[in-house]
């Protein structure tokens, strides 16, 4: 898989900047970060019910 770059990044900025409007963007990351943190809370939930999953030595 090709690494991205700073000018590659910019393009993507550039897309996402054109497709979704300067105003909708704060919304479009807060509704991002809202998903990030709930999938992180899941998966610390869900580690913690598994005690095989917190030890990999334990076989």
């Given at each position: ?51 095989k999953a917190e030890d990999p030595k334990a076989?």
């Open positions: 898989m090709p690494d991205l770059g700073v000018p590659e990044l910019l393009i993507i900025l550039l897309v996402v900047l054109l497709f979704f409007g300067g105003a909708k963007l704060p919304k479009l990351a807060r509704s991002l970060g809202e998903a990030q943190r709930e999938f992180r809370k899941g998966h610390d939930e869900d580690s913690k019910d598994d005690p076989s």
